[in-house]
Each structure stands twice: as structure tokens, then as C-alpha cells.
């Protein structure tokens, strides 16, 4: 199956009940059609009038969700100099991801799949992912819905592979064509605190959509009401839609981090004006918030620049395929959580020697025990 990404000329049904029922997405009870391809502009066109807005999108996590290593090459991270991945660099056609870890994509029997181990970028290793049932998730029903702006499983297209501006802000050609009024595109933090969370909840909960098959809303655009589209997996018995979402996603939220940081662990951080990316240890402040007390919390001098994930390296877990299911799905509310069962480790004896080679565990353990408080420290 080929994504053309094309945009449709012919004004089909699905346009007439758009253009119908744009006035109010909340007006009627029964899920709408997909707005035609050509009531997008695509990320690019929003670029036109909204080059800083654009800017900044191009530095969130959202922007590099996916990339196309023939346009992209550098996007792949992982380190295939190592032996034993089972695939190569050469069968990787997208990346997916460029936050904590990134997964690869092939084309396999005209759909795509994403290939059983990820390269962890905080520890830098490779790391299993799906192992036994990889096969059995094609990229069509459990991905691109939420990996690209506008997917239509109809003829399997999409207007920009990737969670363009109008994932969140709904299509922009009226917005466009209308000089840039305010009234003809959806701007998620003046709508409604349930409706805005909605928007986040259609890709950052898991659920399936109207048919069964899909795992995301098919049909949903921002502004509309999600629980016509989708159906979250992990309701409670009379629980409304609604109310699982919300519950679910705040769920997510809570766990982020505090109020000033949610969207920074997830990279969602506006304008940096010019600044590089954040490093883990930037993410792992946007919480701890040492700040000139981090020689304190290291017994490190200033000098010595260590980073989080010097010491709090990822625990070797093995995770069985029904944990996988519950815990590691990327639509699940765990997946997003900063603190995972497999992240990190508590115990820096080996942590220690990486640097100190002279040090035996032994030793690494007195001299832990000779600082005291760094438990009230870490905490």
C-alpha cells in the first residue's frame, strides 16, 4: 500500500457534508465525513502568514514524529555499526520518534511495519520492541492515523505525513482564503478546557474508532466532539465516553509533570528563541529543578558535567507480551509517563564504575553511604 499524500481535485460527497456542517462540528450526534483534501494548506502553507509559529513547530517532537530517510537521512539516530539488530540501516524507510527512543519503518507486503527494536536516544542501546507481534500491527490501522494530518483509510491518503498544524488547528484554507480570520480556524486554548483537552486526548488515549478497525478516531478533526469518532479501550463499567477520555487523559497529564512543564517533557515548547533542543538532563529539570544545587545533588564539583542519564540509566527489564499490550503501547497513557517501570535505575554502583574504573561495587557502596541525604537529595 503507497501513501500518495495527494490532494484530491474532485469535490466528492465528503466535501458537500463538510462544508454542510463546518459552521458547528457539535450540532449534530452522528459522526461527519473527513473535510475534502483541498480545505488544507499543509504545514507549509500555514508558514506563509505564521512563519514564527511555524518555527516553533518545527522544533517540537511533534514536527520529527515521522521522517522519510530518502528526504531525511540524518533522521536515523540508531547505531547500525552494532551486530545483532536484525535489520539493517538499508531497510529503514521512515523513523518514527526522536524524543526518548526512535522505532523504523519498512514497506512489507504493501503495508508498512514497524521493525522489532527501537534505539533508546537516552541510553543510546538498542532495546526489543514488539518483538512477537510486530507483524501482526500493520502501520494502516494502528499508526497513521495519528502520525499524519488528514489520513483517509478510504483510498489510504493523507495531506502531510506528519502532526502537521492542522492535527491541532483543523483545516486552514478558509482561515486562508478569509485574510487569516480568527472565526475560520480553531485555536485549542480558546475553545472550551474539555474540548482543547480532547484534541490532545484523540491520539494520547487509547481507543478505537467507529468500525473497530482502526486505532484512532477516523474522521475526527479538532473542534469536533471525539467521543462520535472513538471509543477509549480502558472504560470503567457505565462510564460515559467522555468521562474515560477525560479521566484517561488527565491521567497522562498529572504524571507529565508539574503545571509549568507538561508540555516541555513532551517537547512541546514554543518559541526557544534560537536556543538549541533541550538535552534529557533539561527534561529531567523541567521537573527537579536543581538548578545551582545540581553539584549538590551529583557530589560532583561543577566542573564535572554529568548528565541525568549518566547515573539514572535504564533498567534491563524484560517485559512479556501481555505487560507489552498494557504498559508499552504508544497509545497508552503509560507509554507517555516520565518516570516507566524500565526508567531508571535506582541503584549507581555500575553507573559509577563507568567513569571510576578503579572502583570495585564495594567501594562504590561506601562512598554512597559516606554521602549522606542523597536520598532526601533525590526525592
Request: net charge negative; glycine share 8%; hydrophobic share 30%.
Given at each position: 500500500?503507497?501513501?500518495?499524500?495527494?490532494?484530491l481535485?474532485?469535490?466528492s460527497?465528503s466535501a458537500?457534508?463538510?462544508?454542510?456542517a463546518?459552521v458547528?462540528?457539535?450540532?449534530t450526534?452522528?459522526?461527519?465525513?473527513?473535510?475534502?483534501?483541498?480545505?488544507?494548506?499543509?504545514?507549509e502553507?500555514?508558514k506563509?502568514?505564521?512563519?514564527?509559529?511555524?518555527?516553533a513547530?518545527?522544533?517540537?517532537?511533534?514536527s520529527?514524529?515521522?521522517?522519510?530517510?530518502?528526504?531525511?537521512?540524518?533522521?536515523?539516530?540508531?547505531?547500525?555499526?552494532?551486530?545483532?539488530?536484525?535489520?539493517?540501516?538499508?531497510?529503514?524507510?521512515?523513523?518514527?520518534?526522536?524524543?526518548?527512543?526512535q522505532?523504523?519503518m519498512?514497506e512489507i507486503d504493501?503495508?508498512?511495519?514497524?521493525?522489532?527494536?527501537?534505539?533508546?536516544?537516552?541510553?543510546?542501546?538498542w532495546e526489543p520492541?514488539?518483538?512477537?507481534?510486530?507483524?501482526?500491527?500493520p502501520?494502516s490501522k494502528?499508526?497513521?492515523?495519528c502520525h499524519?494530518?488528514r489520513?483517509d483509510?478510504?483510498?489510504?491518503s493523507?495531506?502531510?505525513?506528519t502532526?502537521g498544524?492542522?492535527?491541532?488547528?483543523?483545516?486552514?484554507?478558509?482561515?486562508?482564503?478569509?485574510g487569516?480570520?480568527?472565526d475560520k480556524?480553531?485555536?485549542?486554548?480558546?475553545?472550551?478546557?474539555v474540548?482543547m483537552?480532547?484534541?490532545?486526548?484523540?491520539?494520547?488515549?487509547?481507543?478505537?474508532?467507529?468500525s473497530?478497525?482502526?486505532?484512532f478516531?477516523?474522521?475526527?478533526?479538532?473542534g469536533?466532539?471525539?467521543?462520535k469518532?472513538?471509543t477509549p479501550?480502558?472504560?470503567?463499567d457505565?462510564e460515559?465516553?467522555?468521562?474515560a477520555f477525560?479521566?484517561?487523559?488527565?491521567k497522562?497529564w498529572?504524571?507529565?509533570g508539574s503545571?509549568d512543564?507538561?508540555?516541555?517533557?513532551?517537547?512541546?515548547f514554543?518559541?526557544?528563541?534560537?536556543?538549541?533542543?533541550k538535552?534529557?538532563?533539561?527534561?529531567?529539570?523541567?521537573c527537579h529543578?536543581?538548578?545551582e544545587?545540581?553539584?549538590?545533588?551529583?557530589?560532583?564539583k561543577?566542573?564535572?558535567?554529568?548528565?541525568?542519564?549518566?547515573?539514572?540509566y535504564?533498567?534491563?527489564?524484560?517485559i512479556?507480551?501481555?505487560?507489552e499490550e498494557?504498559?508499552?503501547?504508544?497509545?497508552?497513557?503509560?507509554?507517555?509517563?516520565v518516570?516507566?517501570k524500565?526508567?531508571?535505575?535506582?541503584?549507581?554502583?555500575t553507573?559509577?564504575?563507568k567513569c571510576h574504573?578503579?572502583f570495585?561495587?564495594?567501594?562504590v557502596?561506601r562512598q554512597?553511604?559516606?554521602w549522606?541525604?542523597?536520598?532526601?537529595i533525590?526525592d
Open positions: 500500500m503507497k501513501y500518495s499524500g495527494r490532494i481535485l474532485v469535490v460527497l458537500v457534508l463538510w462544508a454542510a463546518a458547528c462540528a457539535w450540532a450526534d452522528e459522526a461527519e465525513a473527513l473535510p475534502p483534501p483541498e480545505a488544507y494548506i499543509t504545514s502553507g500555514c506563509k502568514c505564521h512563519e514564527d509559529k511555524y518555527n513547530w518545527k522544533r517540537t517532537y511533534h520529527t514524529a515521522v521522517q522519510k530517510v530518502e528526504d531525511k537521512p540524518d533522521a536515523i539516530m540508531g547505531d547500525f555499526d552494532q551486530t545483532g539488530i536484525g535489520f539493517s540501516k538499508e531497510d529503514v524507510e521512515y523513523t518514527i520518534g526522536a524524543h526518548w527512543n522505532r523504523y519498512k504493501d503495508d508498512y511495519y514497524i521493525l522489532p527494536k527501537l534505539w533508546s536516544i537516552s541510553s543510546q542501546r520492541y514488539n518483538v512477537w507481534g510486530w507483524r501482526k500491527m502501520y494502528f499508526c497513521v492515523g499524519a494530518t489520513y483509510p478510504v483510498d489510504n493523507y495531506v502531510e505525513h502532526i498544524c492542522e492535527v491541532c488547528h483543523g483545516p486552514g484554507r478558509e482561515h486562508a482564503d478569509a487569516g480570520d480568527i480556524i480553531i485555536h485549542p486554548n480558546k475553545l472550551g478546557s474540548e483537552e480532547l484534541i490532545c486526548a484523540s491520539c494520547h488515549v487509547r481507543g478505537l474508532d467507529n473497530g478497525q482502526y486505532h478516531p477516523v474522521g475526527y478533526v479538532a469536533r466532539d471525539l467521543t469518532y472513538y479501550t480502558k472504560m470503567i457505565g460515559a465516553k467522555g468521562d477525560l479521566r484517561l487523559f488527565r497522562w498529572s504524571n507529565v503545571a512543564s507538561e508540555c516541555e517533557v513532551c517537547g512541546i514554543g518559541d526557544r528563541g534560537g536556543r538549541e533542543p538535552t534529557v538532563t533539561d527534561y529531567c529539570m523541567s529543578k536543581y538548578n544545587k545540581y553539584p549538590e545533588h551529583t557530589f560532583h561543577a566542573e564535572v558535567t554529568l548528565e541525568c542519564a549518566d547515573c539514572h535504564k533498567v534491563e527489564v524484560v512479556d507480551e501481555e505487560d498494557d504498559d508499552e503501547d504508544v497509545h497508552s497513557v503509560s507509554y507517555f509517563l518516570h516507566k524500565t526508567c531508571y535505575d535506582r541503584d549507581y554502583t553507573a559509577c564504575s574504573e578503579n570495585t561495587a564495594d567501594s557502596e554512597l553511604g559516606i549522606l541525604g542523597r536520598d532526601s533525590h
